[in-house]
């Protein structure tokens, strides 16, 4: 199995390994790696062979993904080498500290081979699935490998996908230059690392398996890569002093909603929260905090306000007939937090809020930072006003927002509320995902509600704050907001744009979606 190693010397991932078959060949298998506490790498592996022949066993490392192996790997001992005889639990030690040194932190695919001398096994590499991975969501994957064979021609490609929820045997189809592929549809059935494993054969009946690992993220979640960007107005003079200086900013790798939360959401959570008991009450149809009297809303519902989507017949919770897939409004900052609380708690995970609304950042769900929104938002691109890469420009057909002549920017021809959705009773939202994704998967990240973050907010904080993972000032008066709505104008929608609430205000244009740390 894949294991991640994480030590102070460097990370070691075995995320891939390999194990060549042959008409009466050796197997590799149960390859297990482990760093010890002296920064040796202690792998493991069974190695079975039908006509017990000794075989040579290797040891092979790629950096980059497994598109080349040429990771040195020389200072090893143990069961590798000439001459190993087939047996379970085969140690191999590997000094990685004298291949790489001073390397922290890296991420490697390693394979292990055997050869008894036979007949020369088909080779894969650039082993891959595309697509998404998420826990209880269909999709379609794409499955792509380079297949050769030096001594045979290669007969056939399978990919087992069954710990994605597909099939098991799914046959690729060869391509141009040893190129195979395929598609499958797949409904993984828990999140965490499910293991994919490519197995070609050739004409001699010779056969090679490689496995490869694919994290599944939690349902609705989508990771936004560690990395540096440039936050703020990029364009230096359209934006407020608040969105000045631009700064770098470098925050870590985690998992964002992919869509604002939803009535049905957040209903769904208000029954869980109310069958607890002890976590929230109602009173004229405004949800609390239980203990709280009236210090603490959470969030409106029809009874206290003809805006509000969330209904309440005093036994259950439910949605207005037909906004069941819009953003939840009318809650308060207290009230996103409070279900990040209760969605962590559905889910096993410890609660990110104490009592004092303080965040633990590396415990269950909770609100995005301001820099970790701006980075979700701006989808890997640099130097754009918008969430999407292809222009600098808005219109209706990008966002749900409210058009006007000002800004230059803003390309609509048809001023006011978006002609779809500006028509009936407020709040004039549109249906999550109806909107085009950014280059992360994120949707609504301009337009549609305003989105609540974690941060306290304080207009010159750009000037003091630090570069790595920034949580904002320790202190404040309102909470920071994002994103614009269907009530703003175009200027409102830029990535860069700030503005904040105060803690308990409920609003029909503000909503929030969900962060969740990476490990």
């Known amino acids: 199995m894949p294991t991640q190693i994480r030590r102070a010397f460097m990370g070691l991932v075995a995320l891939a390994f390999a194990s060549q078959t042959y008409a009466a060949s050796p197997v590799v298998s149960s390859v297990l790696a482990s760093q010890r506490p002296d920064k040796i790498v202690e792998i493991q592996y069974d190695l079975s062979d039908a006509d017990g022949d000794a075989c040579t066993v290797t040891v092979q490392a790629s950096s980059d993904g497994g598109n080349t192996w040429t990771v040195p ?19 191999i030690l590997w000094d990685c500290k004298v291949d790489l040194p001073g390397v922290i932190g890296s991420r490697f695919k390693i394979r292990i081979c055997a050869d008894d001398g036979e007949n020369q096994a088909p080779s894969i590499s650039n082993p891959a699935v595309t697509g998404g991975f998420n826990q209880g969501e269909p999709s379609t994957v794409e499955v792509t490998c380079l297949a050769t064979d030096p001594d045979g021609t290669v007969l056939s490609v399978t990919v087992n996908l069954g710990a994605l929820g597909g099939p098991t045997a799914l046959p690729l189809s060869p391509g141009s230059a040893g190129q195979w592929h395929g598609k499958a549809s797949i409904t993984p059935p828990t999140r965490g690392t499910a293991h994919v494993t490519f197995t070609a054969v050739d004409n001699h009946e010779a056969s090679t398996s490689i496995q490869v690992s694919v994290e599944v993220l939690p349902p609705g979640m989508v990771l936004i890569p560690s990395g540096q960007f440039q936050m703020g107005d990029p364009f230096y003079t359209e ?22 939360v939803t009535n049905r959401d957040f209903a769904e959570a208000l029954n869980w929260a109310r069958a607890q008991g002890g976590l929230i009450t109602v009173s004229n149809g405004t949800v609390y905090r239980a203990g709280s009297g009236t210090t603490y809303p959470l969030c409106d519902t029809t009874t206290s306000s003809d805006f509000s989507r969330i209904t309440w017949n005093g036994d259950n919770f439910g949605v207005v ?14 009230g996103a937090a409070a279900y ?17 609304w303080n965040c633990n950042f590396a415990a269950g769900y909770r609100l995005p930072t301001e820099a970790e929104w701006e980075r979700a938002a701006r989808g890997g691109a640099v130097g754009h006003r ?14 749900n927002y409210y058009s006007s002549a000002y800004p230059f920017y803003d ?16 709040p004039y939202t549109s249906p999550v995902g109806y909107f085009d994704k950014n280059d992360y998967g994120l949707y609504d990240m301009a337009g549609n509600v305003w989105e609540w973050c974690n941060d306290w907010f304080d207009n010159g904080y750009y000037a003091t704050s630090p570069t790595n993972n920034p949580h904002g000032p320790l202190t404040g008066t309102t909470r920071v907001l994002r994103g614009g709505s269907w009530s703003s104008l175009a200027v409102n929608q830029r990535c860069a744009y700030r503005t904040s609430g105060i803690p308990s205000y409920r609003a029909i244009t503000h909503g929030f979606r969900l962060a969740l740390p990476r490990n």
């Open 73 to 91: 790997v020389t200072a090893l001992s143990g069961d590798v080498g000439p001459d190993i005889l087939p047996g379970d639990q085969r140690i």
């Open 239 to 260: 934006g407020d002093l608040a969105e000045r200086p631009l700064h770098n900013v470098v925050i870590d790798e985690i998992l964002l909603a992919r869509h604002e």
């Open 321 to 334: 007939p037909g906004k069941e897939n819009h953003p939840v409004v009318l809650v308060s900052w207290y």
């Open 340 to 356: 990040a609380n209760w969605r962590s708690a559905m889910a096993g995970l410890p609660p990110a809020y104490d009592a004092g």
């Open 386 to 399: 918008f969430p999407w890469s292809d222009s600098d420009m808005i219109d209706h057909s990008r966002a």
């Open 411 to 426: 390309l609509e021809e048809t001023a006011g509320y978006h002609p779809m959705f500006g028509v009936g009773e407020r």
